[in-house]
């Protein structure tokens, strides 16, 4: 099973961005979402999650601005970024709880990770 995040690029402060998190190999299905960032010389943080369900939560610093999305035939989830800062700087990640076509445990992955960079 591979994760891959894509998307990320280059932005004016003020701009939008998408980012996809695209899961292939033996998946069986989904359960939790979720996307992380690492800003240069801070630690990982939650941007936010989404259940398999659809409910979402997300950090303080992008409610109203971040939406998460998901759509799970394509077991894939979204991250749709508007009115980006600079702050909003840093590689995004994403992970998901998967339970693999051979197995009955859900298993966290991790995507190898995406730069988003906003200048000002």
């Known amino acids: 099973v591979q994760l891959q995040a894509f998307g990320g690029g280059l932005v004016q402060a003020g701009g939008s961005l998408t980012l996809s998190c695209a899961a292939s190999?033996?998946?069986?299905?989904?359960?939790?979402m979720a996307w992380y960032r690492q800003a240069p010389g801070r630690q990982r943080e939650l941007v936010g999650a989404?259940?398999?369900?659809?409910?979402?939560n997300y950090a303080d610093s992008v409610k109203g601005r971040f939406s998460i999305s998901r759509d799970n035939g394509m077991n894939t989830m979204y991250l749709q970024m508007t009115s980006l800062k600079p702050e909003d700087t840093a590689v995004y990640y994403c992970?998901?709880?998967?339970?693999?076509?051979?197995?009955?445990?859900?298993?966290?992955?991790w995507g190898q990770g995406t730069q988003v960079t906003v200048s000002s």
């Open positions: 992970n998901a709880d998967i339970r693999l076509n051979t197995g009955w445990q859900y298993i966290r992955y």
């Open positions: 190999g033996s998946v069986r299905s989904i359960n939790d």
């Open positions: 989404i259940t398999n369900g659809g409910m979402t």
